[in-house]
């Protein structure tokens, strides 16, 4: 008879002697660096700081690649995008107090954008946690609880033998659906402590599985396969989960057509036939979305960009598929199914029926040719032929991320993504400063891929720094600087509103000449040139910069 107590692995006498002589001089530092190495982590972000030094201790001992920017926002930016172009969970080391709050807005932009950033910060000593005011520098009154409402989950080691799970504990937390940023904290003392206890290996924190309940997905293929105008809305979801794949299978399966969001921008070949790109910022395409009779919205919460500033009430069915729990029918009663978007969609593949409609590629060209007809009433020749060039000068796959600016507002309804994941930009928080800081982070996850980031003047003097660290790290990212002297996307809304624009006009510096005390390779376009400027800034290895002079504008709302 076999019990399950002859059914444990007992360690090797080579592993006992190991455990029982572990490496001498290790701190709670080489617990947290041994941690990430066993769950796979490579590379780490971040900054050193005061109580954080036994952690950037352990990494300059160990074999992380450690990528350090000029401010912890920053950082957090390039972690963001690390996370979002490879699904891995990245760590992001900060020190205690003002440099951790420094990390805030990036960490909202990740949980808006569901990227699974690790954070983990130092803490004043163990004596000062709970609400024990002892006067340490950088202290807070509760320093999680100004993450708590930001991030996914919130995890504190007190002791080194803490360490390992609750780090392997927050990775899990980040990489289960939905992804998100998490929050670690140790403190000073507990990194500095000398542990024997023995080094780190074999950690497994493998995320859980969302799957759908197949009760879900059996009314909702019927509905689909019924349909007279299906429709399918897909967002972020289908980036994150690697789905775009099955998403064109079960468009072609229903003859459905498919508008894509603002974060699924690529999610959806923009050419095909029944592509109905990511115009959402338009009545005719409001219009179109209400008439459906089963709308399927997959990996979306239906927020304010992807419902023309909530001006869109559908009229049919609505089957919602969301991993965030707090985002199912937030906005619109529907079918909620909780559930990741490549395992639902793959459910649907396997019951809905096939959908004969051979009218639908003309409907869809029917509602993009009233929008373009729309647009052409407008003077926006100038902001189309501008996206028309960087298409031509970006390569098929390289990644593209894209500031709060006049250009980026355009690209998210016409900018022709090519590829999934691609293209990626901060309208999930809404931050300025995140299109440079961001594509170094993704020139680190891809390295020999050239990486664009399109920034207005305003945002791009938020990350004006990180000059430095592209030239310091080699990173291979063109930077189009779009100058137009001031905030120009509040510029418009203000005069929009009330008549005249107060506090948007800025005084801004020679960016080539700046670029180039930085020995970054600087050139100034214009609309004419900009294509063959690009493509030789992109072409050519290392950080470089185009500063384009213009002012754009932006197409008429049609929600007001």
């Not at 530092?29 to 066993?38: F, P």
């Not at 805030?104 to 709970?130: D, Y």
């Amino acid at each position: 008879m076999t019990h399950d107590h002859d059914l444990v692995l007992r360690p090797t006498e080579a592993q006992t002697a190991a455990a029982l002589a572990p490496p001498p001089g290790r701190t709670g530092g080489d617990l947290v660096v041994e941690t990430l190495r066993s769950l796979g982590a490579t590379t780490v972000f971040g900054l050193p700081g005061q109580h954080a030094l036994a952690v950037f201790d352990a990494v300059g001992r160990s074999d992380l690649r450690l990528v350090t920017l000029r401010t912890e926002n920053n950082a957090g930016f390039a972690a963001d995008a690390y996370g979002r172009i490879t699904g891995e969970a990245v760590p992001l080391l900060l020190s205690t107090g003002p440099g951790a709050l420094m990390a805030l807005p990036a960490l909202a932009e990740a949980a808006a954008a569901s990227a699974p950033v690790l954070a983990i910060s130092s803490q004043v000593p163990v004596a000062g946690l709970g609400g024990g005011r002892r006067g340490h520098l950088h202290e807070l009154r509760d320093q999680a609880a100004s993450f708590r409402d930001v991030v996914k989950s919130v995890h504190t080691a007190r002791t080194p033998s803490q360490i390992p799970s609750v780090v392997a504990e927050a990775w899990e937390s980040a990489l289960t659906a939905p992804h998100g940023p998490v929050w670690v904290e140790i403190p000073e003392d507990v990194l500095r402590a000398e542990t024997f206890i023995p080094q780190v290996t074999g950690m497994d924190a493998t995320p859980h599985e969302l799957a759908p309940r197949p009760e879900l997905t059996a009314v909702a293929a019927h509905w689909l396969s019924e349909a007279a105008r299906p429709v399918i809305i897909a967002g972020g979801g289908v980036i994150r989960s690697d789905a775009a794949g099955k998403l064109k299978q079960l468009a072609e399966r229903l003859n459905s057509p498919v508008v894509t969001t603002f974060g699924g921008k690529g999610a959806f070949p923009w050419t095909h036939p029944l592509s109905l790109q990511s115009w959402l910022e338009d009545r005719h395409m409001t219009d179109f979305l209400e008439d459906a009779d089963v709308l399927l919205v997959v990996g979306s919460g239906l927020g304010e960009l992807s419902s023309n500033y909530h001006t869109f009430f559908p009229t049919g069915r609505v089957v919602q598929i969301e991993a965030d729990l707090g985002k199912l029918e937030s906005n619109h009663a529907a079918l909620g199914i909780h559930a990741d978007a490549r395992l639902a969609l793959q459910a649907l593949l396997e019951t809905v029926a096939e959908r004969p409609d051979p009218y639908a590629p003309d409907r869809v060209r029917m509602v993009l040719s009233e929008i373009a007809d729309r647009l052409s009433t407008q003077d926006v020749a100038l902001e189309q032929d501008l996206l028309t060039s960087i298409r031509a000068a970006l390569p098929p796959r390289s990644p593209s991320f894209w500031d709060m600016t006049i250009l980026s507002y355009w690209a998210w309804s016409a900018f022709d993504a090519k590829h999934p994941n691609t293209m990626h930009s901060a309208q999930g928080a809404g931050g300025l400063g995140y299109a440079f800081p961001a594509a170094l982070g993704a020139a680190v996850a891809e390295p020999g891929t050239p990486v664009l980031a399109v920034s207005g003047d305003g945002g791009a003097m938020y990350s004006i720094a990180e000059l430095a660290t592209a030239r310091q790290h080699g990173l291979d990212v063109t930077w189009l600087i779009v100058d137009d002297g001031g905030y120009g996307i509040l510029r418009e809304y203000m005069t929009e509103s009330f008549g005249r624009a107060t506090g948007t006009e800025l005084t801004r510096p020679d960016f080539a000449a700046l670029a180039a005390a930085f020995d970054v390779p600087a050139t100034t376009t214009t609309p004419e040139s900009l294509t063959s400027d690009l493509k030789k800034a992109l072409a050519t290895p290392g950080p470089s910069v185009v500063v384009l002079p213009t002012t754009l504008k932006m197409f008429a709302a049609t929600h007001l």
